[in-house]
């Protein structure tokens, strides 16, 4: 399955797919830079009067609730009325799922609109499928393992492939799951990397719209490789953002193949 996951990377930087994102202020550089790095185009946008036309020229869009407000989420609306309807890959970010009761409800709409794929921390996947759980601010307060029955529950209920993040990367869809154990703890000290996460999936889902599941794990297997190498060449966060955008944009088949860390299986649904 490697040289598949790499053949994926290989024609992202080819297609370049552009990838329409309504997310937070907090990322928006972050996550630009990320997917220019990983060979995708970045379009920003939010005016409601162009969400229809911007969805319409994107490969995939992201919705990111991390800085909600309410002009932005019927952008958000919008947006996703027309990616469904124009059969487009939609892939949601529950930033803070379980924070409040404002977050939630919104939270509970949008996945109503079924979204492609949902990824999220394992706090966040838990509240979303609507287990007990109490998040703290966007950080996880509960391992990956906990949230698998969680996943698995939301996954039955919305369709959408779950990917769930932290120092395993779980992505699970229909009895399928895979493990990905890369990455370094030095990550978790830069903000934005999960929202990058998102939009290395939205970008992957756009050149591989035929095969979800298999884009997921090919964003996620990529930002865990890609963050592992970054790390042995960084002093701290600050350095590691900017080695992991070259380490990105750079990436090799051989480091990619020989540092990804794997596991496939199934789960009882």
């Known amino acids: 399955m490697k040289q598949q996951l790499w053949n994926y990377i290989t024609n992202l930087r080819k297609a370049s797919p552009l990838v329409?994102?309504?997310?937070?202020y907090v990322v928006m550089n972050t996550t630009a830079n990320a997917l220019l790095a990983a060979g995708a185009s970045p379009i920003m946008a939010h005016a409601h009067l162009e969400m229809e036309d911007m969805v319409k020229i994107s490969g995939a869009l992201v919705i990111n609730v991390g800085t909600l407000d309410?002009?932005?989420?019927e952008s958000?609306?919008?947006?996703?009325?027309?990616?469904?309807?124009?059969?487009k890959p939609w892939i949601l970010d529950p930033v803070g799922a379980g924070a409040t009761a404002y977050?939630?409800?919104i939270l509970k709409e949008l996945i109503s609109y079924r979204p492609s794929v949902i990824r999220g921390?394992?706090?966040?996947?838990?509240a979303l499928a609507q287990m007990n759980s109490q998040t703290k601010g966007v950080d996880?307060?509960?391992?990956?393992?906990?949230?698998?029955?969680?996943?698995?529950?939301?996954?039955?209920?919305?369709?959408a492939v779950i990917c769930i993040s932290g120092a395993t990367d779980s992505i699970i869809s229909h009895g399928k799951l895979v493990k990905l154990k890369n990455g370094d703890p030095l990550m978790a000290r830069v903000t934005g990397?999960?929202?990058?996460?998102?939009a290395l999936i939205a970008a992957f889902c756009a050149a591989t719209p035929e095969n979800l599941f298999d884009a997921t794990v090919t964003a996620m297997a990529l930002m865990g490789v890609t963050g592992e190498q970054a790390a042995t060449l960084s002093n701290g966060p600050g350095s590691l953002q900017m080695n992991f955008l070259d380490v990105?944009?750079?990436?090799?088949?051989?480091?990619?193949?020989r540092l990804l860390n794997i596991e496939e299986g199934h789960v009882v649904v």
């Not at 309410?70 to 989420?73: A, M």
């Not at 944009?249 to 193949?257: Q, R």
Request: one cysteine or more; a negative charge.
């Open 248 to 257: 990105l944009a750079t990436l090799k088949e051989d480091d990619f193949i």
């Open 121 to 126: 921390n394992a706090s966040e996947i838990m």
């Open 140 to 159: 996880s307060t509960h391992k990956t393992e906990e949230a698998i029955t969680a996943a698995i529950q939301l996954n039955q209920t919305t369709g």
């Open 70 to 73: 309410e002009y932005w989420v």
């Open 20 to 24: 329409h994102s309504i997310t937070n």
């Open 193 to 198: 990397m999960g929202c990058t996460a998102t």
């Open 103 to 105: 977050r939630n409800e």
């Open 76 to 87: 958000m609306r919008i947006a996703i009325q027309c990616a469904n309807t124009l059969s």
